[in-house]
């Protein structure tokens, strides 16, 4: 290990932060040498706690890893595979001697689920923490909960080439160890913003050949993706002539390819990259870095569901680290595609992808975390929690492919897409597959879905459009002239990588001759609704409409060959005014995979006839909001009661006969609740319509609405009160008052309970009852011998010797026949 290195000042005080405690958090400007430096200095000096265990250095790319292993071996004068060595998901380098072993996140991912205790393992070091990528939070959070659980004596770093460490020594508990970098200074150049996103591959070309020209060392230009750095290649042949070395530098490139483009030895060069150059990878001998401002980031894709790259500005932070590559050796210069104006308006950080990225693959390795350690995926210990409402609606997808169970446990069949490590989607269609042919079918279908459509809604020889996905499987048989072969190419190298992950050979070696043989039939279809179950559509009409299992609906094009099938497996859709069916196939219901025959309910439905009043029961096998059989049967007496109770449920009021004595009793249940008897049951209509066991014993022998309307309300609502509390419901707020010529009904429906009787009636009386003893008052209300309300009192005695002289007056000239005395008291 070189002592020239800045972080080389730092690794004592790591070393005693990781021998007091279980985490650190070291901070190292890019250029510090932290990745190559930290892993042999522990191996080094062999801490007690180190013992014979491996350390793991994670990095966020498979090209970082190959460059961290190869560095470090050569330091050592080795090869990679001896004490260093690396894995990555396509290739690596181990041994029995390996104490230091670099992997990619996802990898670790993988790693932990099948070996959650890493056994054999003693520190992990997570490099380039800062980004922020949903598979490094994923790992830190499992490694950080085992060590809380299981293994405490486990060493966990987090190396950050940023400031912003906060986050990390709070949820590592850990302190804080900052380096020094070794930067020099970088001039930042400004140029006019490229009017449109298709210009930049030229416009960054004409920066790099000016550069060239005119500056020292070799140059790092900076593009969203392949097609970019493809199309300012061929324009920097036209440019500087085909003798100037010119190295594309991206992920899916083969490792002989990037190591080409990292060679130390191979002279001045221009290396067209990715985002993968900004951290971790060093392309030695640049002095000029040209930023064409822009990244691709997995998003989900509303067409697909599937997660694809989406180019969008970086934040200014970004920005810095990728000037700052032009300074690691020399001072150098930063040339930016954008103006001051734009760079003022660049967000400052990149924002974590947990907080946007599509978490169904987060919900199923959490799933699979959590069988292996009963660790919940809210209770995880992350940097922070995933969003709610994007875990639900990714635990819920879970549930309709059939990875998770309606407690939201793993199921058998979720374990086995555990393995696949790609999108659960894609993973349940290669889970489908029954045959060698099939997974060769299921592999082709996966990546004709990962990236966009090779024939841009083309199907037929015409040009005419088409969503069958059985023509875009062609390609994998034979050339087509409408799709460019690089297109094709891509297209089979993606379809190898799936079938090598299915353990199915070694990738596109008689691809063709496979998936001619599995397009037999309703294959494509059925695989393609193990993954899509939430999007298998029912025709509804003969011009092409049709409904949607998950919910919602869709259309094909009217001469679309599609629109004969009564069912489709959809894929992928484009929601404009309405939503098209852009790429399905056919399938029946025969044909469902296990998975979604699994999903399938038969349910009996009773609903009532509308014109006979009459039950009637539909035996329906549902999926989701799709219908796929319908059929007549007769009722049963469970499915009368059911049909009869729904009916009533909707509108309470309308279908139970709601006599005076039934909504009398309901109120006075009611006070009683309020003031002495909160045991009682709610009568309230909205708690009779929640559950309605009340009503059902009732309904024995009847088949029919009016019949219902026949039933005494009052006395089935007085049976659900015992025999003791109806009696002190009676002493307490009784249902009438004995007056001296009779007795008269409470209106207990009124604000205030009421007893309204004719004047004369209340002769003689001078003092109402008191109600739940005197908590509820009762108002007296006077009539007219005609019926008509004159007043109101709680007070009668006081009544009498007071507002009874006005009534009197009035009521004598109105009505002379009958009696008005002056003390109604009096009166016998």
């Keep these: 290990m070189s002592d020239s290195l800045p972080v080389t000042a730092v690794l004592p005080a790591l070393l005693e932060a990781l021998a007091a405690g279980s985490n650190a958090v070291l901070v190292a400007p890019p250029g510090a040498g932290k990745t190559t430096a930290v892993p042999p200095f522990l191996l080094e000096v062999a801490p007690d706690w180190l013992g014979d265990g491996r350390i793991l250095l994670v990095e966020p790319r498979r090209v970082a890893v190959r460059g961290a292993a190869q560095r470090m071996a050569a330091l050592r004068g080795e090869a990679p595979g001896g004490v260093i060595g690396y894995r990555t998901r396509i290739d690596s380098a181990v041994s029995a001697r390996t104490r230091i072993e670099v992997v990619t996140e996802g990898l670790l991912v993988r790693r932990l689920l099948a070996d959650p205790l890493l056994d054999g393992v003693s520190a992990v070091l997570f490099d380039e923490v800062h980004e922020r990528s949903l598979d490094g939070d994923t790992a830190l959070g499992f490694c950080r909960d085992m060590q809380q659980s299981l293994r405490p004596e486990l060493r966990l770093v987090a190396m950050s080439a940023t400031l912003d460490a906060g986050i990390f020594t709070t949820a590592l508990q850990a302190p804080l160890i900052e380096s020094d970098g070794r930067q020099h200074p970088v001039e930042v150049r400004y140029r006019r913003d490229i009017a449109h996103l298709r210009d930049l591959p030229e416009s960054c070309a004409q920066a ?126 930063a040339i930016r595609l954008w103006s001051e104006m734009t760079q003022r308006s660049l967000i400052v950080q990149e924002v974590p992808a947990i907080r946007e990225a599509d978490l169904c693959d987060f919900a199923l390795v959490t799933a699979a975390w959590q069988q292996a350690m009963g660790t919940a995926p809210v209770a995880l210990p992350l940097i922070e929690p995933a969003p709610e409402g994007g875990l639900a609606a990714a635990q819920s997808l879970l549930q309709f492919l059939g990875a998770l169970d309606g407690q939201r446990e793993l199921t058998a069949l979720g374990q086995r897409m555990v393995g696949f490590g790609t999108h659960p989607r894609l993973a349940a269609m290669l889970c489908a597959a029954r045959t060698v042919e099939e997974m060769a079918v299921a592999a082709c279908l996966a990546a004709l879905l990962e990236e966009r459509d090779p024939l841009g809604g083309r199907g037929g020889r015409g040009g005419e459009a088409s969503a069958d996905l059985r023509l875009r499987l062609k390609l994998f048989m034979q050339d087509d002239a409408r799709v460019p072969r690089h297109v094709v190419r891509q297209l089979r190298h993606a379809a190898g990588r799936f079938l090598r992950r299915a353990g199915q050979g070694t990738g596109q070696d008689g691809l063709a001759d496979l998936v001619s043989d599995g397009l037999t039939g309703h294959i494509a279809g059925r695989l393609v609704a193990a993954g899509f179950p939430d999007r298998l559509a029912q025709r509804t009409s003969a011009d092409g409409r049709y409904r949607l299992a998950g919910g919602g609906s869709a259309r094909l094009g009217a001469t679309d060959p599609l629109v004969q099938e009564d069912l489709l497996a959809g894929a992928a859709f484009h929601v404009r005014k309405g939503t098209d069916m852009t790429l399905a196939a056919p399938v029946t219901l025969e044909t469902l995979p296990d998975s979604v025959q699994a999903s399938l309910k038969e349910q009996r439905e009773p609903a009532l006839d509308g014109t006979s009043g009459k039950v009637i029961v539909r035996q329906r096998l549902r999926l989701g909001n799709l219908v796929l059989k319908d059929r007549n049967v007769s009722p049963e007496a469970e499915d009368i009661t059911a049909a009869l109770l729904a009916k009533v449920r909707s509108d309470l009021a309308r279908h139970l006969d709601w006599s005076a004595a039934a909504r009398q009793f309901q109120a006075r249940v009611a006070l009683a609740r309020t003031h002495y008897a909160p045991h009682l049951p709610d009568l309230s209509d909205e708690a009779l319509a929640e559950d309605m066991e009340w009503l059902e014993p009732w309904l024995a022998g009847l088949d029919r609405l009016t ?48 007893l309204s009787a004719r004047a004369q009636d209340f002769y003689g009386t001078t003092a109402l009852p008191k109600l739940a003893g005197g908590r509820v008052p009762l108002h007296a209300t006077l009539l007219s011998p005609a019926g008509r309300p004159q007043a109101v009192t709680a007070d009668l005695a006081q009544f009498w010797t007071s507002g009874w002289l006005d009534m009197r007056r009035d009521m004598r000239g109105r009505y002379p026949r009958h009696k008005w005395p002056e003390n109604p008291a009096e009166e016998a």
Excluded at 253 to 271: F, K, Y
Aim: zero cysteines; charged letters at 25%.
């Design 208 to 333: 790099v050949a000016q550069a060239w020209r005119e500056e020292e060392g070799s140059i790092l230009a900076f593009l969203p993706g392949v097609g970019e750095i493809r199309r300012a290649q061929a324009s920097l042949q036209g440019l500087l002539g085909d003798r100037v070395p010119v190295h594309p530098l991206y992920g899916e490139q083969s490792v002989e390819d990037q190591a080409r483009a990292l060679a130390p030895e191979s002279g001045r060069r221009i290396v067209l990259a990715t985002s993968i150059a900004e951290t971790s990878v060093t392309v030695p001998g640049v002095r000029v870095v040209v930023d064409g401002g822009w990244r691709r980031l997995p998003q989900r894709d509303a067409g697909t569901g599937l997660p694809r790259l989406h180019t969008r500005r970086i934040s200014r932070a970004t920005a810095e680290q990728r000037a700052g590559r032009a300074g690691r050796q020399a001072p150098g210069i």
């Design 707 to 754: 019949q219902i309307q026949e039933l005494d309300l009052a006395a089935i609502l007085a049976s659900r009160l015992s025999y003791e509390d109806r009696q002190e419901l009676d002493r307490q707020l009784p249902s009438h008052v004995a007056l001296k010529v009779g007795r008269r009904r409470i209106d207990y429906t009124t604000v205030v309970p009421s």
